[in-house]
């Protein structure tokens, strides 16, 4: 029989899967393999009756540059006593290309010891993709599709803003982060958004609904001071990853859970949340601002994807066949900004349970302490004597001290 590849994606849509599983194909193709694409991802891999068809050049030609995936996904996490053999052993199957996120990439790390345990030879490849850009690749790497997902979140929140600016008003805005700030960093600092609210900025302190809400309004009330009666803020949705449970009941808050147990935080309105607590803390301080939430994420998956991604792509998926051919298994593949492809070994960036970390804002970063810096909104305790004309008790706004931060971090 043929040799074979298989390919799955699975998590959620990222700009640039197509493109992958078009350069992977495609080269595969020429070096004799047969490709098939898995449909529902680790769900049909190890099912009965697993769903899937042999890709052929016209397909990849035709699906390269579009949004979404060809392949359709599933969150499906399946349980060590699920993983097994058959498919691999029928099909000839000789390498297994993951196309995924932390999760996807945490199970095949788990596939991957379980075919050496078996002493079973057949590769796996992984190919780190997420519009969160949280998988621990080398510093500066983005994973694909994070920069589409990015401009397409700018050209939304530069609407927003002008909308701000036109009906003097303030907008409280929600991006996808499942437990990382680099998406709503990444359009906060490009739209110019006086506040920007990560999870990884709370070093110092517990992560609360009050303390979000009165970073917000101290920007609020910065903006007051120079003039300037409109804005927008922006919060990752992985502030709801560090809250305990207790804070989030707090707020009524019913989560559904998905298959590898984080909260569907798709099911709900982050930015409604937000703004309805804006909301009181505005009425609590006798303060009139207008302010309006909007919701971000869905709309951003299946963009299409820019030139960024496209070129990125198509490295990553040829660079799946180098790292094969030269014998590699269990790893991400990367590749730098001169297109260097190189492997990154699931295995040295799990935890103790075998979970790929996520990588983190580095809020000490050159790019991060500036844009706090220079950018943001907020009052300090400069700011007292002229906030007063808004506020009773101005220090319950300072940023410092709501952070439990000395002074900023670029100091």
Not at 293 to 315: F, I, M, S
């Amino acid at each position: 029989m043929k040799p074979s590849i298989a390919i799955l994606a699975g998590g959620g849509p990222a700009p640039g899967i197509n493109n992958i599983i078009s350069l992977v194909t495609k080269t595969f193709l020429k070096s004799g393999y047969s490709v098939l694409g898995l449909h529902g991802a680790y769900k049909s891999l190890f099912a009965d009756d697993p769903k899937f068809e042999n890709l052929t050049f016209e397909f990849a030609d035709r699906i390269f540059n579009k949004g979404g995936s060809a392949l359709t996904m599933s969150r499906f996490k399946p349980r060590d006593s699920d993983i097994r053999p058959d498919f691999f052993i029928e099909h000839n199957v000789k390498l297994l290309v993951t196309i995924g996120g932390d999760d996807t990439a945490s199970t095949a790390n788990r596939i991957t010891k379980y075919l050496q345990s078996q002493r079973i030879d057949i590769a796996n490849i992984h190919v780190p993709k997420t519009i969160d850009n949280d998988l621990p690749l080398p510093e500066g790497t983005p994973t694909f599709g994070y920069y589409s997902a990015k401009q397409t979140g700018i050209k939304i929140a530069s609407t927003i803003y002008e909308d701000a600016r036109t009906t003097n008003a303030w907008f409280i805005m929600s991006a996808m982060g499942r437990e990382a700030g680099h998406l709503a960093f990444g359009i906060g600092s490009a739209c110019h958004f006086p506040m920007i609210i990560i999870p990884e900025i709370f070093t110092n302190t517990k992560l609360t609904f009050d303390k979000v809400t009165r970073m917000v309004v101290s920007s609020m009330i910065k903006r007051k001071i120079l003039g300037i009666d409109y804005g927008v803020a922006i919060i990752s949705e992985g502030v709801f990853h560090f809250m305990d449970q207790n804070e989030i009941a707090s707020a009524g808050i019913q989560f559904t859970y998905d298959a590898h147990g984080h909260p569907e935080l798709g099911n709900i309105s982050k930015a409604h949340i937000f703004n309805m607590h804006v909301g009181k803390e505005l009425q609590r301080a006798g303060m009139k601002i207008k302010s309006r939430p909007v919701e971000t994420g869905y709309e951003l998956r299946c963009a299409k994807p820019v030139g960024y991604d496209l070129g990125y792509c198509t490295n990553l998926g040829i660079g799946v066949k180098i790292l094969f051919d030269q014998g590699f298994t269990g790893c991400m593949v990367t590749a730098d900004q001169k297109g260097q492809v190189a492997p990154l070994f699931l295995k040295d960036v799990e935890d103790e349970e075998g979970r790929i970390k996520p990588r983190l804002v580095n809020i000490k970063s050159d790019q991060v302490k500036n844009i706090f810096e220079y950018n943001l909104h907020f009052i300090t305790e400069d700011d007292y004597e002229e906030a007063r004309q808004y506020v009773d008790d101005p220090e319950r706004y300072n940023f410092f001290k709501i952070l439990e931060w000395d002074r900023m971090l670029a100091h």
